[in-house]
């Protein structure tokens, strides 16, 4: 798996002309910062006004805005599915599995429907907002909540923690490893979004790399180089979670 | 008025199952009482109504003069000991004990010494930026005590807290409890289903069986007098002897035996208890016995019988020489047997 990858990385540092007549490389070449400079800032799209650069950042936002807000909203619907008493809380928290057979893909026109009546067609809240609620992080809190002594709930409770301490103070803290978790899955998730940004963008402005990708045009080594780049967010975010990930694991018991 | 008022509490679970059945109970300012019966009694249950955890079906509990049936178990001012400990795990012992107090509103200052002195009491002061999973067992317990002494509470609540430990510390902490609870006066629960736990720790003894209370007295008071047939067999060890006999104007039959006692009673279906180191071993012993089984403990010896069909224990120092499948001799002293009615299952 990483020889592929490196030939790409190795060619990408060799310029278009030398590729063109020699083919793939397995050494590197020196044309790396020229390369990778060009690639970054150089306009692209079809009316040259996005840059590699802008189109990170857009994925960067919309994964982190994603990861975040699904974070968010399943440990809370975690919480009040697993702690308060509701009455129907085990079919509601069926009919928000359910949701797991619906796809994104089938919802799409309805979803884009909302958004453009909320005029949040080439915002980031339009990017993030109907993507931002997964329910098999919810499904993962849940049983992580149900895991938890009931004595510990009412320890505190004797302790007197209200309902959103107790949230703050024990279960953000106990889930800690599944929050990484959840979060490097739904940052992945979100970074590879295609078909979504694609509908809910006209502005080549909120274009992100994964559509980039596919409307890069030009030399070979330049798109070898953003291929490699665009590998990066997605690797920091794994390598720097993987290490609270780890932590968390040692830690709780 | 006692300090703690329990009056006809009862607890009926939504799917029908009484847990506590009309139970009233007064418990003294200081005093150690302990909780105890079989699992699934409801001595938990009980405890878990005085913390506030459990709803009421009905009754009233007050505390100190204060009807507390619906106050919240924060404002209750009761602490709790919980069987697992319940130790927060994502924080350090300092935290576990101080976060009850943080709640509260006291000073940074105030909760400083506070935990700094429980934790000296307890001689736990130099764990205190440890978390729970790296503290032993017995520094656990410690930690869980900590956090229910540090707030200075009305009431201790204990629920079995010690049988998490194995067998010496369990000793070891048992001790100390009563130390501590003589040493800071707060009246304190204590629930178990061990009788030698409660017999060590309990001013009084409140035995319980299927959510009724069956008696209420000191551990002398209970051995001594058992008041029906279920608190006889239940305390003490071994169990308490109990055959099925006929006593007719005073004198008890048990199959071909018959033993004299000190009334002239006459009971058609009854029950004659006789604890196993009540059964005295001699020469001249007016009854004999086939030794079927014999346990030797150490200091003591364990000696399985019948009469009868009827299985009996007793008791002795393992200094006489007894092997099974001797014939031994014993006496009974009429003032050690207890008599039942089997009907009621009240002491006669």
Same mark, same amino acid.
């Given at each position: 798996?990483?020889?592929?990858?490196?030939?790409?990385?190795?060619?990408?540092?060799?310029?278009?002309?030398?590729?063109?007549?020699?083919?793939? @490389?397995?050494? #590197?070449?020196?044309?790396?910062?020229?390369?990778?400079?060009?690639?970054?800032?150089?306009? $692209?799209?079809?009316?040259?006004?996005?840059?590699? =650069?802008?189109?990170?950042?857009?994925? =960067?936002?919309? &994964?982190?805005?994603?990861?975040?807000?699904?974070?968010?909203?399943?440990?809370?619907?975690?919480?009040?599915?697993?702690?308060?008493?509701?009455?129907?809380?085990?079919?509601?928290?069926?009919?928000?599995?359910?949701?797991?057979?619906?796809?994104?893909?089938?919802?799409?026109?309805?979803?884009?429907?909302?958004?453009?009546?909320?005029?949040?067609?080439?915002?980031?809240?339009?990017?993030?907002?109907?993507?931002?609620?997964?329910?098999?992080?919810?499904? =993962?809190?849940?049983?992580?909540?149900?895991?938890?002594?009931?004595?510990?709930?009412?320890? !505190?409770?004797?302790?007197?923690?209200?309902?959103?301490?107790?949230?703050?103070?024990?279960?953000?803290?106990?889930?800690?490893?599944?929050? &990484?978790?959840?979060?490097?899955?739904?940052?992945?998730?979100?970074?590879? @979004?295609?078909?979504?940004?694609?509908?809910?963008?006209?502005?080549?402005?909120?274009?992100?790399?994964?559509?980039?990708?596919?409307?890069?045009?030009?030399?070979?080594?330049?798109?070898?180089?953003?291929?490699?780049?665009?590998?990066?967010?997605?690797?920091?975010?794994?390598?720097?979670?993987?290490?609270?990930?780890?932590?968390?694991?040692?830690?709780?018991? | 008025?006692?300090?703690?008022?329990?009056?006809?509490?009862?607890?009926?679970?939504?799917?029908?199952?009484?847990?506590?059945?009309?139970?009233?109970?007064?418990?003294?300012?200081?005093?150690?009482?302990?909780?105890?019966?079989?699992?699934?009694?409801?001595?938990?249950?009980? #405890?878990?109504?005085?913390?506030?955890?459990?709803?009421?079906?009905?009754?009233?509990?007050? #505390?100190?003069?204060?009807?507390?049936?619906?106050?919240?178990?924060?404002?209750?001012?009761?602490?709790?000991?919980?069987?697992?400990?319940?130790?927060?795990?994502?924080?350090?012992?300092?935290?576990?004990?101080?976060?009850?107090?943080?709640?509260?509103?006291?000073?940074?200052?105030?909760?400083?010494?506070?935990?700094?002195?429980?934790?000296?009491?307890?001689?736990?002061?130099?764990?205190?930026?440890?978390?729970?999973?790296?503290?032993?067992?017995?520094?656990?317990?410690?930690?869980?005590?900590?956090? !229910?002494?540090?707030?200075?509470?009305?009431?201790?609540?204990?629920?079995?807290?010690?049988?998490?430990?194995?067998?010496?510390?369990?000793?070891?902490?048992?001790?100390?409890?009563?130390?501590?609870?003589?040493?800071?006066?707060?009246?304190?629960?204590?629930?178990?289903?061990?009788?030698?736990?409660?017999?060590?720790?309990?001013?009084?003894?409140?035995?319980?069986?299927?959510?009724?209370?069956?008696?209420?007295?000191?551990?002398?008071?209970?051995?001594?007098?058992?008041?029906?047939?279920?608190? &006889?067999?239940?305390?003490?060890?071994?169990?308490?002897?109990?055959?099925?006999?006929?006593?007719?104007?005073?004198?008890?039959?048990?199959?071909?035996?018959?033993?004299?006692?000190?009334?002239?009673?006459?009971?058609?279906?009854?029950?004659?208890?006789?604890?196993?180191?009540?059964?005295?071993?001699?020469?001249?012993?007016?009854?004999?016995?086939?030794?079927?089984?014999?346990?030797?403990?150490?200091?003591?010896?364990?000696?399985? $019988?019948?009469?009868?069909?009827?299985?009996?224990?007793?008791?002795?120092?393992?200094?006489?020489?007894?092997? !099974?499948?001797?014939? =031994?001799?014993?006496?009974?002293?009429?003032?050690?047997?207890?008599?039942?009615?089997?009907?009621?299952?009240?002491?006669?």
């Amino acid at each position: 798996m990483i020889i592929p990858v490196w030939i790409i990385f190795a060619s990408s540092t060799h310029s278009s002309l030398f590729i063109n007549t020699n083919g793939l @490389q397995f050494f #590197l070449g020196d044309n790396f910062v020229e390369n990778y400079s060009r690639v970054l800032f150089k306009k $692209s799209g079809f009316f040259k006004e996005i840059t590699a =650069f802008k189109m990170f950042f857009n994925s =960067f936002v919309m &994964a982190i805005g994603i990861a975040t807000l699904s974070v968010v909203t399943s440990l809370m619907a975690a919480y009040g599915l697993v702690y308060f008493k509701i009455k129907y809380a085990t079919i509601i928290f069926w009919l928000i599995f359910i949701t797991l057979l619906v796809p994104l893909e089938l919802r799409i026109m309805p979803s884009y429907i909302i958004m453009s009546k909320l005029n949040l067609v080439n915002t980031f809240a339009g990017l993030i907002l109907p993507i931002s609620a997964s329910a098999i992080a919810t499904f =993962f809190f849940r049983q992580f909540y149900k895991s938890i002594p009931d004595e510990l709930l009412e320890a !505190a409770k004797l302790d007197g923690t209200s309902s959103w301490r107790f949230f703050i103070d024990f279960l953000v803290p106990l889930s800690k490893t599944m929050i &990484a978790a959840v979060f490097i899955f739904m940052f992945v998730f979100g970074y590879n @979004q295609y078909l979504w940004p694609l509908i809910m963008t006209t502005s080549e402005q909120y274009w992100t790399v994964v559509m980039g990708l596919k409307t890069m045009y030009g030399s070979i080594s330049d798109r070898f180089a953003f291929v490699i780049m665009s590998m990066i967010p997605p690797v920091i975010i794994i390598v720097f979670l993987q290490k609270l990930f780890i932590q968390g694991i040692f830690q709780s018991k | 008025m006692g300090f703690l008022e329990l009056q006809n509490i009862t607890k009926i679970y939504p799917n029908g199952t009484k847990a506590v059945d009309e139970t009233s109970l007064n418990i003294d300012n200081g005093e150690f009482v302990v909780f105890v019966g079989p699992s699934g009694c409801g001595k938990s249950t009980l #405890l878990r109504m005085i913390a506030g955890l459990e709803d009421i079906t009905s009754g009233k509990i007050s #505390l100190d003069g204060n009807l507390i049936n619906n106050i919240d178990p924060s404002e209750r001012d009761v602490a709790m000991v919980f069987q697992n400990y319940a130790l927060y795990p994502h924080m350090s012992v300092f935290n576990n004990m101080s976060y009850g107090l943080k709640n509260r509103g006291i000073s940074k200052d105030e909760i400083n010494n506070k935990v700094n002195d429980v934790a000296k009491l307890l001689e736990i002061d130099q764990l205190l930026s440890r978390k729970p999973s790296m503290l032993s067992g017995g520094q656990r317990q410690r930690v869980a005590m900590g956090r !229910a002494i540090v707030r200075n509470p009305k009431i201790f609540l204990f629920d079995e807290p010690l049988s998490n430990l194995d067998a010496k510390l369990r000793n070891q902490m048992r001790l100390e409890i009563k130390k501590l609870q003589r040493q800071m006066g707060v009246t304190s629960i204590f629930v178990t289903h061990d009788q030698t736990e409660a017999m060590t720790l309990g001013d009084r003894i409140v035995v319980i069986n299927n959510g009724v209370v069956e008696q209420v007295g000191t551990p002398k008071d209970i051995y001594s007098k058992p008041k029906t047939k279920f608190v &006889a067999e239940f305390i003490g060890s071994p169990q308490m002897n109990l055959f099925q006999s006929k006593i007719e104007n005073g004198l008890a039959k048990i199959s071909d035996i018959q033993i004299k006692l000190n009334n002239t009673l006459n009971i058609e279906d009854a029950c004659v208890g006789i604890r196993p180191d009540d059964i005295l071993i001699s020469d001249k012993g007016e009854y004999s016995s086939l030794a079927n089984l014999v346990e030797y403990l150490g200091s003591d010896m364990i000696i399985y $019988s019948s009469i009868g069909g009827q299985e009996f224990s007793c008791k002795l120092s393992s200094k006489i020489n007894l092997k !099974a499948g001797d014939i =031994f001799k014993f006496d009974i002293s009429p003032s050690t047997v207890h008599i039942f009615d089997n009907v009621t299952g009240y002491r006669a």
